[in-house]
């Protein structure tokens, strides 16, 4: 399967803007629900860094191909977040926050297929990057 250039500087930046799509979620940090859910990582600064995360996804869009290693990185941040969201799902009842507030509902119910989506999607950029010697 070959991904055109094209496409995947579209991926970087879709990633990054779903990733922005935590300010509304929170509306803008102020749902205390989905910090409440799970403080440890979805904190307001977990969620800020989420944010973040977005950012950096969209400034290598047009130039992923120069950096094949932080690529890698961001498929091993997108496996820890799927993998602790899996586990959240395992020990938590989604039904319980959204009977708190829909739209941290909507966030918990989301997010971790997000992640796992856009694993499958930084590590297959990863192995092509590997297999072109990062010649686009």
Known sequence: MTIKSKTITKGFIIAGLLNMTVLVFSRFFTNSVIPESDPDVMSN???LMI????LAYISIAK???NVKWLVGVFAVEKFIYGLIWIKWIL???VL???AKDKMAGMF????GVNDWIFFIFFILVFFRLSNTGNKE
């Open 45 to 47: 600064f977990g969620l």
């Open 51 to 54: 944010v973040i995360w977005g």
């Open 63 to 65: 130039n992923y191909h």
């Open 91 to 93: 020990n938590n009842n």
């Open 96 to 98: 319980d926050v959204f």
């Open 108 to 111: 918990y119910a989301i997010y």
